[in-house]
């Protein structure tokens, strides 16, 4: 039986590459900081607690040591680094704290697999944020980097750390550079699944409004499910490399709340321009969503759209889930958690 080692577990990518590899005959031993002990609501959701091929370590990505004990203890196959401060915004509050865990933690991974079990297969979750303020469009593995906040440099630096050790040491050390990708399971502060969970209590009349930032910028959203088959798969090639996971089309955040309006039936008019636009029920008239600049980012990226080309020729890896879907699927969701008390973490 295969070993694979999973840091972030407790996350969105965590628990989802968690439940694939269970469903693949893999011992996974997920890890989580002490402080990520408690948000548990992603594995229970996936009814991972209950496997008895799942054990859960607790380790800290600041302690090269902490790494260096699960090393030796469960001797991994395979090496899943999916923990990081995620979160862009936080990353201009919190800099010295991102970068630490962020981009100083994978550092510690990549020693401690170097100096105890040098044959284990890492892979690194990289981001499309490294590209921040896009030098070409798309973006592919080759397209020059320009991170726009300190959660793109952190995971720059930790990028460029696999590669160099990929390259040093002849470890099988592999980089996903994953464009943004969403799920039920993705948490509360990140803006896809804030307005799924706000039209849904809009819906139920548990609020009255909620308030967006930057309605213009556009990414290239996937489905959380199809991209842990991509990152699978990386860490399956023959040989170690750095992949781009896309899905190659651009949607803007208002395009993503007119969709989810649309998947919960609900028909909206919108008003005004810039700052002072604003969001009505057509049925009531009623004011829904307005613009709030303190939630811009200091510096923002603008466009990601990714040229996922070489996954699919060397990986036979492709997203196959629309936007239009994905939406349906995290709506759907939302109703679920409270129509059948699922999810606690929103409840």
């Given at each position: 039986?295969?070993?694979?080692?999973?840091?972030?577990?407790?996350?969105?990518?965590?628990?989802?590459?968690?439940e694939?590899?269970?469903?693949?005959?893999y011992?996974?031993?997920?890890?989580?900081?002490?402080?990520?002990?408690?948000?548990?609501w992603?594995?229970?959701?996936?009814?991972?607690?209950?496997?008895?091929?799942?054990?859960?370590?607790?380790?800290d990505?600041?302690?090269?040591?902490?790494?260096?004990?699960?090393?030796?203890?469960?001797?991994p196959?395979?090496?899943?680094?999916?923990?990081?401060?995620?979160?862009v915004?936080?990353?201009?509050?919190?800099?010295?704290?991102?970068?630490?865990?962020?981009?100083?933690?994978?550092?510690?991974?990549?020693?401690?697999?170097?100096?105890t079990?040098?044959?284990?297969?890492?892979?690194?979750?990289?981001?499309?944020?490294?590209?921040?303020?896009?030098?070409?469009?798309?973006?592919?593995?080759?397209?020059?980097f320009?991170?726009?906040s300190?959660?793109?440099?952190?995971?720059?630096?930790?990028h460029?750390?696999?590669?160099?050790?990929?390259?040093?040491?002849?470890?099988?050390?592999?980089?996903?550079?994953?464009?943004?990708?969403?799920?039920p399971?993705?948490?509360?502060?990140?803006?896809?699944?804030?307005?799924?969970?706000?039209?849904?209590?809009?819906?139920?009349?548990?609020?009255?409004?909620?308030?967006?930032?930057?309605?213009e910028?556009?990414r290239?959203?996937?489905?959380?499910?199809?991209?842990?088959?991509?990152?699978?798969?990386?860490?399956?090639?023959?040989?170690?490399?750095?992949?781009?996971?896309?899905?190659?089309?651009?949607?803007?955040?208002?395009?993503?709340?007119?969709?989810?309006?649309?998947?919960?039936?609900?028909?909206?008019?919108?008003?005004?321009?810039?700052?002072?636009?604003?969001?009505?029920?057509?049925?009531?008239?009623?004011?829904?969503?307005?613009?709030?600049k303190?939630?811009?980012r200091?510096?923002?990226?603008?466009?990601?759209?990714?040229?996922?080309?070489?996954?699919?020729?060397?990986?036979?890896?492709?997203?196959?889930?629309?936007?239009?879907?994905?939406?349906?699927?995290?709506?759907?969701?939302?109703?679920?958690?409270?129509?059948?008390?699922?999810?606690?973490?929103?409840l």
């Amino acid at each position: 039986m295969k070993i694979a080692l999973v840091t972030g577990v407790t996350g969105q990518d965590g628990a989802y590459i968690s439940e694939l590899l269970l469903s693949k005959g893999y011992k996974v031993v997920g890890t989580a900081r002490r402080t990520s002990t408690s948000s548990y609501w992603r594995l229970k959701y996936l009814d991972l607690l209950e496997d008895k091929n799942f054990i859960l370590e607790e380790m800290d990505l600041t302690d090269l040591s902490s790494i260096s004990s699960l090393l030796k203890k469960y001797k991994p196959d395979e090496f899943y680094n999916l923990a990081a401060q995620s979160f862009v915004a936080s990353s201009f509050i919190s800099p010295l704290s991102t970068s630490q865990i962020t981009g100083m933690g994978v550092n510690n991974i990549l020693e401690s697999i170097r100096i105890t079990k040098p044959d284990t297969k890492f892979y690194q979750a990289s981001t499309s944020e490294m590209f921040g303020k896009a030098q070409e469009i798309p973006q592919r593995e080759t397209t020059p980097f320009y991170p726009r906040s300190p959660y793109g440099v952190s995971k720059l630096y930790a990028h460029w750390l696999t590669v160099n050790y990929r390259e040093s040491y002849d470890m099988f050390a592999s980089s996903g550079i994953l464009f943004n990708h969403e799920s039920p399971l993705r948490g509360l502060e990140f803006v896809t699944r804030k307005i799924t969970s706000s039209i849904v209590k809009l819906k139920k009349n548990l609020i009255s409004d909620f308030q967006l930032g930057n309605l213009e910028a556009k990414r290239d959203w996937g489905y959380a499910k199809d991209f842990v088959e991509g990152i699978y798969k990386i860490l399956q090639n023959d040989e170690p490399d750095t992949f781009v996971l896309a899905t190659g089309k651009t949607f803007s955040v208002r395009d993503f709340l007119n969709l989810c309006f649309d998947a919960a039936e609900l028909e909206v008019i919108w008003e005004g321009k810039g700052i002072n636009e604003k969001v009505f029920l057509k049925s009531s008239g009623k004011e829904v969503v307005s613009i709030n600049k303190k939630y811009f980012r200091p510096a923002e990226v603008d466009l990601l759209i990714g040229d996922p080309s070489k996954a699919k020729s060397k990986l036979n890896w492709e997203a196959s889930c629309s936007l239009e879907e994905l939406c349906q699927i995290m709506i759907e969701a939302e109703f679920d958690f409270y129509e059948n008390k699922k999810n606690i973490f929103i409840l």
